[in-house]
């Protein structure tokens, strides 16, 4: 298994005319064939920015400030947007949040996926018709050739989140970025989006970076998971380390603030506070504030990585050597389901 | 199912047209009671100087001649009972009936006004594209400048303006007519004749609505789905074109049949700065004159237009966007 995406100490900001947004900030993290991260975090934390600066989708105030996005072997950090265009869709492709604001409203679907392969493969019509229907069965639609003359509004909302996972899959992409692509849906829908995203992924080997805010979804699906905050990620590790032995204050809130939880403990867990602003940061550690184990050094310095496992980073000073050993809270002691 | 459409689109066309004729009745009635209203006498336009000559026992002869000592109402159901048949009545300054007066002339008007109108639309689309493509450059907002300035030159002015220049100076273009007597067949000459009006049909009218498909343009580039476009590897230009255009196009054909009016008065606007013989310089004509049959027929005529248009725009609008299609049912109830 080959890596397919690195991105490393990677910083982006948006220059406004208040000042600079550093809505990213030194992000590193790699990305196996066929593997599926979740990138998970509050609301505003930079997930969005993250996944569709990979696609260059930015507007044209976001700059990149440091750091290399490096896709199947190739730096296209400093590609030209002629050169990006060849990439989208081919190699990278992206699935959005509302699958009712990302088709074209006036144009049939079939046409729309049929024209995601025809730009990026020298075929004929009919030929590139016969590969959308393939893709729509795939994406388990029914009836494909009469949906394929149907305009998006006759269509659900999972059939439409289908039928743009069918376009961004279109042209066998190595890398498949979807950003909260079951937010919008209903949730028994969700499950059936998740489960396709998962068995195509597995089967072609594409390579998943999965934003979403909801733990149960990202539990469901990822591999590995990142958890971001204000812009970096702060602790990233498997899925079973994250869950089951997270080390980062922020982690632990995050999975403490799950409404399943609250069943049973009758208390409904909050991270105190509210993510802080972008534009000028202050030094040290922006969770510092909301952070209820919150050490001197932490306003000053920003904590590295720590390295737990060869897989397992997280960047709080409660591991530095010199910490005060802390406990994680209480709900979070359960060992590892085997 | 098939037969079942059959009957609704049978139904449909029927409501439609009990609508227009609904309409042309309202605008007869409005425009009938206007014309009389406005102070003046048509005498004079019949008669000439010759009124002020006559004895008031002429007058009222000439009066109840003409059908004008009738009460309104009396006057208005003839002249719907002789329109019905066909007779729209004789004009008074011509003196020959209203439908003989207009047309020879409508075919000018229509020249014009669909040349220019179809070079409007065609222009300021392809320019809103082309701003669209490079929002906030320099390209676009010199144009912007530029265009907004241009729009707001009388466009009466720009006609003496370019007569001035291309007919007197240069001699390029003549300035008055719409060809040179006996070659009224003759398409280079009716063009060479054209090209002025058109220029100033076109310089009055392009900016406001490119500026208008501009500001639809940008708001729909903001749309989700364009992302999802760029996501595919489609060129901005690309995604312009086949998709943005695509979903503007509904809004350029209504924007297309609410402005028939507006373009024709500015043929009218034309045609009176370069005399250009049209069913516009007639309109101005025959209110000025009290020419009430002839008023009538141009009134009904231009409502026509302006109506059959808007039905036209529905009917292209339902073929681009299925969504408009009526159900009956309004956005409120749904």
Redesign the interface.
Known sequence: MGTVLEVTDYSLSFDTPEGEIQAVRNVGFALEEGEILAVVGESGCGKTVLC?SL?R?LPKNAVVKSGQVTLCGEDITAYSERRM??????QI??V?Q?PM???????PIGKQIT??IL??EKIGKQAAKAQALELLRRMEIDHPEERFEM?P?LLSGGMRQRC?LA??L??RPKVLVADEPTTALDVTVQTKILDLILSTCKESGIAVLFISHDLNVVARIADRVAVMYAGKIVEIGTAEEIFYDPRHPYTWGLLGAQPALAVQTKQLHSIPGIPPSLLNPPAGDLFAPRNEHALAIDYEEMPPLFQITPTHFAATWLLHPNAPSIEPPAFLKRGPRR | MPENDHLSFLKKILLRLLGFALTMLILSVVAFCFARCAPGDPLQSFYGDAVESMTSEELITARTRLGLDAPLTTQYVRWIGNAFQGDFGLSLKYKKPAMDVVSPLIGNTLILGLTSYLLVFLLATLLAVACALHEDSFADRLICKIGTAIYYLPSFWLGVVLILIFSIHLKWFPSSGAYDIGRARDILNRLRHMVLPLVVMIVSHLWYYAYMIRGKLLDELRQDYVLLAKGKGLTNRQIVWKHCLRNVAPTIVSIMAISIPHVLSGTYIAEAVFNYPGIGALSIESAKYHDYNLLMLLVLITGALVILSSMAAQTVNEVIDPRMKETGVSAWQR
């Open positions: 569709k696609l989708l265009r060849s990439l989208r869709g081919k492709s992206m959005f509302d604001t990302t088709l074209n409203p006036t144009i024209e995601a730009k990026h305009q509004h743009v376009i961004a279109a042209s």
